[in-house]
């Protein structure tokens, strides 16, 4: 059995969370250019209007959330519903990224990496079940990242946050295909954003958002459970993951100056 893809976002009711800035900007952006109707959600209330073209413009809702607190995303989610009656796709971008190793360990930061990065996730998909469960359709769509395939260097919180996506999406998609339902486990390589603005090293294939939202859609068209790009790199680190910890190791520093 195969989950079903997205013929068409024209009409379709999609809700982005991450959408005032990068990735989820650009995802959002493309979407509303392909006449979806999108509410796009972050902190960033001046970030988010700046997607909407005119005050009468009823294909753009702004839902300003915290993905850390459950009342808010509850309460963006109640609205689509009030104003749409339902949701074709739930596409959650948001994440926090905080370069850290063993010598400069944060818990406090990696508490707060899981809780947006994992959790965040975990809370939308808890508000939209319900209704998606009722349509017997509809699409879940989280971004993780390469860095969750396996343990790279700097990613002390950050990887782990992203692992558990790959698991929580690997998990939910048992449960969802029957009921109509497709996930789609989003794993980009690098792209220029104010989150990779940070690195201090030269990022291998390097993407600009719009490919990367370009790829996204391509993906969610297609039903694509494993959405992963640009695939020269992210397939590289699929072969990575299968290969015996020492040889792994071993190229993982060879390659990453560390
Ligand atoms: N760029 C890359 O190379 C790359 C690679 C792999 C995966 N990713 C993933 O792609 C996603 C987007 O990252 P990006 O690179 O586009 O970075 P970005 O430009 O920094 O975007 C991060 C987004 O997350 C939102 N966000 C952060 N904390 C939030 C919170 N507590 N509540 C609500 N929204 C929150 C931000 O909105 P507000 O600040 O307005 O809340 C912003 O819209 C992340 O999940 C990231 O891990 C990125």
């Excluded at 899981?114 to 975990?122: E, R, Y």
């Excluded at 009722?134 to 969750?148: L, N």
Aim: glycine content about 8%; some cysteine.
């Amino acid at each position: 059995m195969k989950q079903k893809g997205m013929d068409t976002f024209s009409e379709k009711r999609v809700w982005v969370i991450g959408a005032s800035s990068g990735i989820g900007q650009a995802c959002a952006k493309a979407l509303i250019a392909s006449g979806a109707k999108v509410a796009i959600s972050g902190r960033r209330i001046e970030q988010l209007n700046q997607l909407v073209s005119s005050p009468s413009n009823d294909q753009v809702l702004v839902l300003p959330v915290d993905v850390a607190i459950e009342l808010q995303i509850a309460h963006a989610h109640q609205m689509i519903l009030e104003c749409w009656g339902g949701l074709d796709l739930l596409l959650f971008v948001s994440g926090m990224y905080v370069p850290m190793r063993a010598d400069d360990f944060d818990i406090a930061i990696a508490e707060k990496t899981i809780d947006t990065n994992l959790l965040g996730p975990m809370r939308a998909v808890a508000a939209v079940l319900p209704t998606m469960l009722k349509q017997h359709a509809g699409h879940i769509a989280i971004v993780g990242s390469v860095a969750g395939y396996s343990g790279l260097p700097k990613a002390l919180a950050y990887g782990p946050s992203k692992a558990g996506i790959i698991n929580f999406c690997e998990t939910l998609y048992y449960d969802l295909l029957p009921q109509g339902v497709s996930v789609h486990m989003i794993s980009p390589g690098f792209v220029a954003t104010e989150a990779t603005a940070q690195n201090d090293f030269e990022m291998p294939a390097l993407m600009t958002t719009e490919q990367a939202a370009q790829e996204i859609l391509k993906g969610l068209q297609a039903g694509e459970f494993d959405i992963h790009f640009p695939k020269r790199f992210s397939g590289f680190l699929k072969f990575l993951r299968i290969l015996p910890y020492p040889l792994y190791f071993w190229i993982v520093r060879r390659f990453v100056k560390i």
